[in-house]
Protein backbone atom coordinates (compact mmCIF):
# COMPACT_ATOMS: atom_id res chain seq x y z
CA UNK A 1 0.00 0.00 0.00
CA UNK A 2 1.33 3.39 -1.09
CA UNK A 3 1.97 6.25 1.34
CA UNK A 4 -0.78 8.12 2.90
CA UNK A 5 -1.09 11.47 1.65
CA UNK A 6 -1.70 14.37 3.81
CA UNK A 7 -5.23 15.34 4.86
CA UNK A 8 -6.73 18.93 5.59
CA UNK A 9 -10.20 19.42 6.21
CA UNK A 10 -11.60 23.14 6.09
CA UNK A 11 -14.48 22.46 8.16
CA UNK A 12 -17.04 25.00 10.55
CA UNK A 13 -18.56 23.91 13.60
CA UNK A 14 -22.46 25.29 12.62
CA UNK A 15 -22.14 23.55 9.52
CA UNK A 16 -23.65 20.03 8.73
CA UNK A 17 -21.98 18.70 5.86
CA UNK A 18 -18.45 19.30 7.18
CA UNK A 19 -19.76 16.99 10.21
CA UNK A 20 -20.54 14.31 7.53
CA UNK A 21 -16.66 13.71 6.45
CA UNK A 22 -15.13 14.04 9.58
CA UNK A 23 -17.56 11.32 10.70
CA UNK A 24 -15.93 9.13 7.94
CA UNK A 25 -12.75 10.18 8.73
CA UNK A 26 -12.77 8.98 12.44
CA UNK A 27 -14.52 5.66 11.17
CA UNK A 28 -11.18 5.56 9.19
CA UNK A 29 -9.05 6.23 11.99
CA UNK A 30 -7.51 8.92 9.16
CA UNK A 31 -4.79 11.02 10.20
CA UNK A 32 -5.95 14.08 9.28
CA UNK A 33 -5.64 18.06 9.73
CA UNK A 34 -8.79 20.26 10.08
CA UNK A 35 -9.10 24.28 9.93
CA UNK A 36 -11.93 25.86 11.17
CA UNK A 37 -13.89 28.22 9.27
CA UNK A 38 -16.14 31.19 10.66
CA UNK A 39 -18.82 31.04 8.16
CA UNK A 40 -20.66 34.02 9.73
CA UNK A 41 -17.11 35.78 9.72
CA UNK A 42 -15.80 34.50 6.77
CA UNK A 43 -11.93 35.51 6.30
CA UNK A 44 -11.29 36.87 2.48
CA UNK A 45 -8.51 34.65 2.41
CA UNK A 46 -10.66 31.31 2.17
CA UNK A 47 -12.14 32.31 -0.45
CA UNK A 48 -9.04 34.10 -2.23
CA UNK A 49 -6.91 31.24 -1.53
CA UNK A 50 -8.55 28.31 -0.81
CA UNK A 51 -12.24 27.42 -2.17
CA UNK A 52 -12.97 30.70 -4.97
CA UNK A 53 -16.12 28.68 -5.90
CA UNK A 54 -18.37 30.66 -3.15
CA UNK A 55 -15.97 29.78 -0.10
CA UNK A 56 -17.99 26.87 0.87
CA UNK A 57 -17.02 24.11 3.06
CA UNK A 58 -16.24 21.84 3.54
CA UNK A 59 -13.38 20.79 1.59
CA UNK A 60 -10.90 18.35 1.65
CA UNK A 61 -6.97 18.76 0.72
CA UNK A 62 -5.72 15.91 -0.31
CA UNK A 63 -1.66 15.95 -0.47
CA UNK A 64 1.32 18.80 -0.23
CA UNK A 65 2.38 20.40 3.07
CA UNK A 66 1.05 20.85 6.10
CA UNK A 67 -1.34 23.85 5.86
CA UNK A 68 -2.05 26.68 8.14
CA UNK A 69 -4.67 29.55 7.82
CA UNK A 70 -3.89 31.95 5.09
CA UNK A 71 -1.97 29.93 2.88
CA UNK A 72 -3.01 28.29 -0.23
CA UNK A 73 -3.09 24.89 -0.68
CA UNK A 74 -0.33 23.48 -3.10
CA UNK A 75 -0.79 23.16 -6.73
CA UNK A 76 0.45 19.16 -6.95
CA UNK A 77 -2.38 18.57 -3.98
CA UNK A 78 -6.08 17.64 -4.83
CA UNK A 79 -9.07 19.74 -3.83
CA UNK A 80 -12.71 18.20 -3.59
CA UNK A 81 -15.65 19.73 -2.65
CA UNK A 82 -18.90 18.62 -1.90
CA UNK A 83 -20.10 16.58 1.44
CA UNK A 84 -21.21 13.35 -0.59
CA UNK A 85 -18.35 13.17 -2.58
CA UNK A 86 -15.63 13.47 -0.15
CA UNK A 87 -17.70 10.84 1.47
CA UNK A 88 -16.97 8.75 -1.46
CA UNK A 89 -13.61 9.79 -1.99
CA UNK A 90 -12.42 8.62 1.31
CA UNK A 91 -14.40 5.42 1.20
CA UNK A 92 -12.40 5.06 -2.28
CA UNK A 93 -9.23 6.11 -0.73
CA UNK A 94 -9.67 3.72 2.89
CA UNK A 95 -11.26 0.77 1.04
CA UNK A 96 -9.85 -1.23 4.39
CA UNK A 97 -12.43 1.21 6.54
CA UNK A 98 -15.42 -0.55 4.74
CA UNK A 99 -17.22 2.52 4.34
CA UNK A 100 -19.29 1.81 1.93
CA UNK A 101 -20.03 -1.90 1.79
CA UNK A 102 -18.84 -4.49 -0.51
CA UNK A 103 -21.91 -6.11 -1.85
CA UNK A 104 -22.30 -3.66 -4.80
CA UNK A 105 -26.45 -3.85 -3.68
CA UNK A 106 -25.81 -2.72 -0.73
CA UNK A 107 -23.67 0.14 -2.09
CA UNK A 108 -26.09 1.27 -4.53
CA UNK A 109 -28.57 1.07 -1.60
CA UNK A 110 -25.95 3.64 0.45
CA UNK A 111 -25.82 6.04 -2.01
CA UNK A 112 -29.62 6.50 -2.72
CA UNK A 113 -29.85 6.55 0.76
CA UNK A 114 -27.39 9.59 0.61
CA UNK A 115 -29.63 10.74 -2.56
CA UNK A 116 -32.40 10.71 -0.28
CA UNK A 117 -31.18 12.98 2.65
CA UNK A 118 -29.77 15.40 0.51
CA UNK A 119 -33.04 15.93 -1.57
CA UNK A 120 -36.04 15.26 0.53
CA UNK A 121 -34.62 16.20 4.02
CA UNK A 122 -32.04 18.83 3.80
CA UNK A 123 -34.44 21.52 2.47
CA UNK A 124 -37.17 20.53 4.83
CA UNK A 125 -34.47 20.62 7.92
CA UNK A 126 -33.40 24.42 6.65
CA UNK A 127 -36.75 25.47 6.30
CA UNK A 128 -38.18 24.16 9.59
CA UNK A 129 -35.97 25.64 11.28
CA UNK A 130 -35.58 29.18 9.41
CA UNK A 131 -38.97 29.26 7.60
CA UNK A 132 -41.95 28.54 10.14
CA UNK A 133 -42.40 25.51 7.80
CA UNK A 134 -44.93 23.42 9.86
CA UNK A 135 -43.92 20.59 11.93
CA UNK A 136 -45.55 17.76 10.34
CA UNK A 137 -44.00 18.58 7.12
CA UNK A 138 -40.35 18.24 8.63
CA UNK A 139 -42.09 14.56 10.22
CA UNK A 140 -43.66 13.69 6.98
CA UNK A 141 -39.97 13.09 5.80
CA UNK A 142 -38.04 11.76 8.46
CA UNK A 143 -40.93 9.21 8.21
CA UNK A 144 -40.12 8.49 4.76
CA UNK A 145 -36.51 8.41 5.54
CA UNK A 146 -37.14 5.84 8.66
CA UNK A 147 -39.15 3.34 6.21
CA UNK A 148 -36.15 3.09 4.21
CA UNK A 149 -34.17 1.77 7.28
CA UNK A 150 -33.54 -2.15 7.66
CA UNK A 151 -35.36 -3.44 10.79
CA UNK A 152 -32.36 -3.17 13.00
CA UNK A 153 -28.26 -1.58 12.67
CA UNK A 154 -27.46 1.31 10.46
CA UNK A 155 -28.78 2.38 7.00
CA UNK A 156 -27.69 -0.23 4.84
CA UNK A 157 -26.97 -2.64 7.92
CA UNK A 158 -23.25 -1.80 8.85
CA UNK A 159 -22.13 1.70 9.33
CA UNK A 160 -21.25 3.78 6.12
CA UNK A 161 -21.28 6.90 4.30
CA UNK A 162 -25.12 6.81 4.14
CA UNK A 163 -25.14 7.69 7.93
CA UNK A 164 -22.40 10.28 7.70
CA UNK A 165 -24.82 11.69 5.45
CA UNK A 166 -27.81 12.13 7.76
CA UNK A 167 -26.48 12.02 11.46
CA UNK A 168 -25.37 15.60 11.72
CA UNK A 169 -28.59 16.63 10.64
CA UNK A 170 -30.71 14.18 13.08
CA UNK A 171 -28.24 15.48 16.02
CA UNK A 172 -28.49 18.89 14.99
CA UNK A 173 -32.60 18.16 14.74
CA UNK A 174 -32.73 17.37 18.31
CA UNK A 175 -30.42 20.00 19.91
CA UNK A 176 -32.32 22.58 17.92
CA UNK A 177 -35.78 21.41 19.07
CA UNK A 178 -34.13 20.57 22.99
CA UNK A 179 -33.44 24.66 23.19
CA UNK A 180 -35.36 26.18 20.88
CA UNK A 181 -33.15 27.06 18.42
CA UNK A 182 -35.34 28.11 15.02
CA UNK A 183 -38.40 30.09 14.26
CA UNK A 184 -40.60 27.83 15.68
CA UNK A 185 -42.51 28.57 18.89
CA UNK A 186 -41.87 26.83 22.21
CA UNK A 187 -44.85 24.69 21.84
CA UNK A 188 -44.02 23.31 18.35
CA UNK A 189 -40.82 22.75 19.64
CA UNK A 190 -42.26 20.69 22.63
CA UNK A 191 -44.37 18.82 20.20
CA UNK A 192 -41.31 18.02 17.55
CA UNK A 193 -39.81 16.37 20.65
CA UNK A 194 -43.00 14.21 21.93
CA UNK A 195 -43.61 13.22 18.39
CA UNK A 196 -39.84 11.67 18.07
CA UNK A 197 -40.18 10.09 21.24
CA UNK A 198 -43.53 8.48 19.96
CA UNK A 199 -44.21 5.30 18.81
CA UNK A 200 -44.50 6.78 14.78
CA UNK A 201 -40.58 7.23 15.20
CA UNK A 202 -39.86 4.36 17.18
CA UNK A 203 -37.10 2.67 14.76
CA UNK A 204 -35.87 5.92 13.72
CA UNK A 205 -35.19 6.55 17.76
CA UNK A 206 -33.08 3.52 17.95
CA UNK A 207 -31.28 4.36 14.97
CA UNK A 208 -30.76 7.60 16.26
CA UNK A 209 -29.11 6.04 19.89
CA UNK A 210 -27.00 3.64 17.68
CA UNK A 211 -25.41 6.67 15.76
CA UNK A 212 -24.69 8.78 18.56
CA UNK A 213 -22.96 5.82 20.52
CA UNK A 214 -20.31 5.36 17.76
CA UNK A 215 -17.37 6.84 18.75
CA UNK A 216 -17.24 8.47 15.65
CA UNK A 217 -19.99 10.84 17.24
CA UNK A 218 -18.63 11.43 20.93
CA UNK A 219 -15.44 12.86 18.84
CA UNK A 220 -16.89 15.00 16.47
CA UNK A 221 -20.17 16.72 18.18
CA UNK A 222 -19.70 19.42 20.77
CA UNK A 223 -23.59 20.46 21.12
CA UNK A 224 -22.52 23.16 23.89
CA UNK A 225 -20.55 24.78 20.54
CA UNK A 226 -22.93 24.12 17.69
CA UNK A 227 -25.71 25.46 19.73
CA UNK A 228 -23.72 28.62 20.35
CA UNK A 229 -22.75 29.06 16.71
CA UNK A 230 -26.35 28.31 15.61
CA UNK A 231 -27.51 31.15 18.01
CA UNK A 232 -25.14 33.42 16.36
CA UNK A 233 -26.74 32.13 12.86
CA UNK A 234 -30.43 32.58 14.19
CA UNK A 235 -29.77 36.23 15.63
CA UNK A 236 -28.61 36.66 12.07
CA UNK A 237 -31.21 35.91 10.46
CA UNK A 238 -33.86 37.37 12.25
CA UNK A 239 -32.32 40.90 11.56
CA UNK A 240 -31.27 40.13 7.74
CA UNK A 241 -32.85 37.05 5.94
CA UNK A 242 -29.37 35.57 5.70
CA UNK A 243 -29.42 31.14 6.06
CA UNK A 244 -26.38 31.04 4.10
CA UNK A 245 -24.64 31.76 0.84
CA UNK A 246 -26.69 30.48 -1.09
CA UNK A 247 -30.33 31.18 0.70
CA UNK A 248 -31.80 34.03 1.83
CA UNK A 249 -35.73 35.41 2.74
CA UNK A 250 -37.32 38.30 3.55
CA UNK A 251 -37.60 39.11 6.66
CA UNK A 252 -40.05 41.80 7.75
CA UNK A 253 -40.17 45.62 8.55
CA UNK A 254 -40.50 46.53 11.78
Request: include cysteine.
Amino acid sequence: MSEQKRITLYSAVDSPFPHRVRLALEEANAQYDTILIDLMNKEEWYEKKVNPAGGKVPLLVYGGPKLHPDEEPSADSAKITESIVILEFLADIFPEAHLLPADPVLRARARLFCVAVDTKLVMPFLSFHFSAVPLEALLAVLEEIQAKLPPTGFAVGDWSIADAAIAPLLVRLKTALKYNLGTFTPETAKQGLAALESPRFARLRQYYKDLVGRPSMSKTWDEDAVRAAFERRLDRFRKTGIINSDIRVPVSAR
